[in-house]
Nanobody, 116 residues
Framework: QVQLVESGGGLVQPGSSLRLSCAASGFTFRDSRMYWVRQLPGKGLEWVSAIDSAGSRPLYANSVKGRFTIFRDNANNMLYLQMNSLKSEDTAVYYC?????????RGQGTQVTVSS
């Protein structure tokens, strides 16, 4: 079955960087479009970024464009999100999602807290 395991979250100060990782198994990762989404405190899921199966044509929400970079390693079934210049409003639980950002399978999430 599909398994997605996120890691790399933590508590950081504004302006800091984090790299999130997602280990994928149970499906043909190299054929799957992948997403990062986040759930802000008390709110619904928010789409953050997407990448196609080949790792090209990344897309970003306006709120993270220019600060976040999505990339993938198809040889090792890994998805990443490099987050720079973090802001307090980036505080959320981050999930990697397979195929459909709103309804696709996702992992347990990793907490990112940006606070001084």
């Amino acid at each position: 079955q599909v398994q997605l395991v996120e890691s790399g979250g933590g508590l950081v100060q504004p302006g800091s960087s984090l790299r999130l990782s997602c280990a994928a198994s149970g499906f043909t990762f190299r054929d799957s479009r992948m997403y990062w989404v986040r759930q802000l405190p008390g709110k619904g899921l928010e789409w953050v970024s997407a990448i196609d199966s080949a790792g090209s044509r990344p897309l970003y929400a306006n709120s993270v464009k220019g600060r976040f970079t999505i990339f993938r390693d198809n040889a090792n079934n890994m998805l990443y999100l490099q987050m720079n210049s973090l802001k307090s409003e980036d505080t959320a639980v981050y999930y990697c999602v397979k195929s459909d950002w709103a309804t696709g399978p996702r992992g347990q999430g990793t907490q990112v807290t940006v606070s001084s």
